[in-house]
């Protein structure tokens, strides 16, 4: 169907109401998008600029059309193509009379869908930035491309917290966590008055271990012994390696007796626990240890010197038993 000047206004008109391909826009000389029908909604959405919507191969002539539209009383036509997602004409599937008419200080320009049109017959080109269902894609593909580098980033940051706050060998919490933690602790007791203690713990005659079945057995024997010590707390205490064989368990809202008690259990725990050392028979291992607790007007490096000399006593005066009291 080709428009004539008779017929274009009448033409033009019907289409607002209409759900035919044909596409109808009004546009002005800057190519802002004043009004469309549903026909030119369907197919590229809500645009509020031509030239946000398409790249004019002669977007130079394009505009000339548009300025010799506003000046003139006769509509312009030509054919045209648009291409979705590319920038040139090969195998363009939409194909279109574009004619334009001047209608109050605006152009009207209509869109007819063609067929069968060969490349003599374009007089311009048109790409569409993206049709609505190329653009979800390529949103959804950003979004998961997005998503897959986020977690990639976001596994990498757990790993280096992990790596800030455990021990690689025995996969328990290192020195820089236990201070954090007896901070938190220490801050809640001047906070509420809830005291807490601490049982530094030093596996027995250890270098005679590692002496006797080689260092790579010593190893074993630490990370048997940190398995021991996780699996006989309680569900809120916390556990953590404090160096060499020394380990430390901080006991929250729990007072001397009670410690006592809990780390009388995990020593009958560690001693009924022997480690399997391949080519030679299971070794039964014990730790010393000193509790102390948490008092007003006591630093953190006071409540660790307290439980540690009480650990030294422990380990001279026989081992394998637990010191909550200065004895002289």
Not at 153 to 172: P, R, S
Not at 201 to 229: C, E, M
Not at 318 to 327: C, E, K, L, P, S
Request: proline fraction near 2%.
């Amino acid at each position: 169907m080709t428009m004539t000047l008779n017929t274009f206004t009448q033409q033009s008109l019907s289409l607002w109401d209409s759900h035919s391909q044909i596409m109808l826009i009004k546009i002005t000389s800057t190519g802002d998008i004043i009004a469309h029908n549903m026909a030119f909604t369907s197919q590229f959405k809500a645009y509020s600029n031509l030239f946000e919507l398409v790249t004019l191969t002669h977007i130079g002539a394009f505009k000339q059309n548009v300025q010799q539209c506003l000046l003139s009383d006769s509509p312009l036509s030509f054919i045209t193509n648009f291409s979705p997602d590319k920038n040139d004409v090969t195998d363009i599937p939409y194909s279109y009379l574009i004619t334009m008419e001047r209608l109050d200080g605006m152009i009207q320009l209509i869109a007819e869908p063609k067929s069968n049109l060969s490349h003599e017959d374009v007089k311009a080109y048109f790409s569409m930035v993206n049709d609505f269902s190329n653009m979800t894609r390529k949103i959804q593909k950003s979004e998961f491309r997005l998503k897959k580098t986020n977690d990639k980033l976001n596994e990498k940051i757990e790993k280096v917290e992990y790596l800030a706050n455990h021990d690689m060998l025995t996969d328990m919490f290192n020195r820089r966590r236990i201070f954090e933690q007896l901070n938190t602790e220490a801050e809640r007791f001047l906070r509420t008055g809830d005291t807490f203690c601490i049982l530094i713990a030093d596996i027995d005659l250890f270098k005679k271990i590692n002496d006797s079945y080689g260092h790579l057995n010593g190893d074993l024997v630490l990370q048997r012994f940190a398995v021991t010590l996780k699996e006989n707390i309680r569900p809120y205490d916390f556990v953590g390696r404090f160096g060499g064989e020394e380990f430390i368990v901080i006991f929250p809202n729990t007072k001397t007796e009670t410690a006592l008690s809990v780390a009388n259990r995990l020593l009958q725990a560690v001693i009924k626990s022997p480690i399997n050392i391949e080519g030679y028979t299971s070794l039964s291992i014990s730790f010393s240890g000193g509790i102390a607790q948490m008092t007003h007007n006591m630093t953190i490096e006071k409540l660790i010197e307290i439980a540690d000399n009480r650990l030294y006593y422990a380990k001279k005066h026989g081992r394998q038993q637990i010191i909550v009291n200065d004895i002289s």
